[in-house]
């Protein structure tokens, strides 16, 4: 049913390859025939870390879908135990400032363009999905996710703050007492207490399940002329894109000047260390 690359995900753009970076294909988009709706698979092993290349190539997927006129996205991952580990800290660790720059600004054109697109998006979480990896989880309409893994924006018990466009993705998405709680504590919430929160909004079995969950979900639009569909949705979330989209250069300053204090820098190696001896 789902045909495997239907819609070609352009390889990376010219400006990226100053980089010396390769073409690798860390997005796959499979679209069914006969409902129009795609799935987007993050596949960069292991952990879905989202770089400049899985970003850029998740902005273009997304956009072409836009132009195709989809009927609806799911968002899922090849990986068994993560959806996404968030952004890939490897960018942020003693960056390259021209990369660092076009990294942010790349991460915030995915955001706008997912949190505004006019099709119905779902997120199937079958895996892990902290930090960045949750923001692309609320940035969907819709939530599937399997059991026994973790959601949340763990910034700030990473020391960090998350950003304002993430922070008000979280309100919007479980209200302001719950937001509050879930940033200042940096939670990062089970299946079972995510659903419970309203960060998710059902749990499925498996990823076939949460994919078949996904599709009725997005086949209720069928009925629905699609014009109003979109204009009610970008009356709820327009005011926060276009605050961002105000204010993307100031964000950027904000981004870098974290990014670039030694403390930052400090933090970072501790955390990758951290990260590596939980192997050992
Ligand atoms: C700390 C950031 C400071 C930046 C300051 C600027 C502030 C700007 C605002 C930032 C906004 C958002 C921030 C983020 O999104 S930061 C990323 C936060 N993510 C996490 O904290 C998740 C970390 N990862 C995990 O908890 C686990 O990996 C997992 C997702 C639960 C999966 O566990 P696993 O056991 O299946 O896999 P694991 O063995 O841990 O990892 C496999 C290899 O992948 C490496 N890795 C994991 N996560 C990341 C990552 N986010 N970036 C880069 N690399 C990552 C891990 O080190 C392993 O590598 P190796 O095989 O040992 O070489």
């Given at each position: 049913?789902?045909?495997?690359?239907?819609?070609?995900?352009?390889?990376?753009?010219?400006?990226?390859?100053?980089?010396?970076?390769?073409?690798?294909?860390?997005?796959?988009?499979?679209?069914?025939?006969?409902?129009?709706?795609?799935?987007?698979?993050?596949?960069?092993?292991?952990?879905?870390?989202?770089?400049?290349?899985?970003?850029?190539?998740?902005?273009?997927?997304?956009?072409?879908?836009?132009?195709?006129?989809?009927?609806?996205?799911?968002?899922?991952?090849?990986?068994?135990?993560?959806?996404?580990?968030?952004?890939?800290?490897?960018?942020?660790?003693?960056?390259?400032?021209?990369?660092?720059?076009?990294?942010?600004?790349?991460?915030?054109?995915?955001?706008?363009?997912?949190?505004?697109?006019s099709?119905?998006?779902?997120?199937?979480?079958?895996?892990?999905?902290?930090?960045?990896?949750?923001?692309?989880?609320?940035?969907?309409?819709?939530?599937?996710?399997?059991?026994?893994?973790?959601?949340?924006?763990?910034?700030?018990?990473?020391?960090?703050?998350?950003?304002?466009?993430?922070?008000?993705?979280?309100?919007?998405?479980?209200?302001?007492?719950?937001?509050?709680?879930?940033?200042?504590?940096?939670?990062?919430?089970?299946?079972?207490?995510?659903?419970?929160?309203?960060?998710?909004?059902?749990?499925?079995?498996?990823?076939?399940?949460?994919?078949?969950?996904?599709?009725?979900?997005?086949?209720?639009?069928?009925?629905?002329p699609p014009q109003p569909r979109t204009i009610?949705?970008?009356?709820?979330?327009?005011?926060?894109?276009?605050?961002?989209?105000?204010?993307?250069?100031?964000?950027?300053?904000?981004?870098?000047?974290?990014?670039?204090?030694?403390?930052?820098?400090?933090?970072?190696?501790?955390?990758?260390?951290?990260?590596?001896?939980?192997?050992?």
């Amino acid at each position: 049913m789902y045909s495997r690359t239907m819609l070609k995900v352009r390889t990376l753009s010219n400006n990226l390859k100053m980089y010396g970076s390769t073409s690798s294909n860390f997005v796959n988009v499979s679209v069914n025939d006969k409902s129009g709706v795609a799935i987007v698979t993050m596949q960069r092993e292991p952990v879905n870390s989202l770089n400049l290349e899985l970003i850029t190539q998740l902005k273009t997927a997304l956009s072409d879908l836009e132009r195709n006129k989809c009927r609806g996205m799911i968002l899922t991952s090849a990986s068994k135990s993560v959806f996404s580990a968030g952004l890939d800290i490897m960018e942020m660790y003693k960056p390259n400032q021209e990369r660092v720059r076009n990294f942010w600004l790349s991460l915030q054109d995915l955001w706008m363009t997912l949190y505004g697109c006019s099709y119905p998006s779902v997120a199937a979480i079958n895996g892990h999905s902290p930090a960045g990896g949750c923001l692309l989880s609320m940035s969907c309409e819709y939530r599937i996710m399997l059991p026994n893994f973790t959601i949340g924006l763990n910034e700030t018990k990473l020391g960090i703050i998350a950003p304002s466009w993430f922070v008000a993705t979280m309100k919007n998405t479980i209200g302001f007492r719950k937001a509050e709680m879930a940033l200042t504590l940096g939670f990062l919430f089970t299946t079972e207490e995510a659903l419970k929160v309203g960060l998710i909004d059902e749990v499925a079995s498996s990823k076939e399940d949460a994919i078949a969950k996904a599709d009725k979900f997005i086949g209720q639009f069928a009925k629905i002329p699609p014009q109003p569909r979109t204009i009610s949705k970008l009356m709820l979330r327009s005011k926060d894109i276009e605050t961002l989209r105000k204010t993307k250069e100031q964000d950027l300053q904000a981004f870098l000047q974290v990014v670039n204090d030694p403390k930052t820098q400090k933090g970072l190696e501790l955390y990758l260390e951290s990260l590596k001896q939980r192997k050992a």
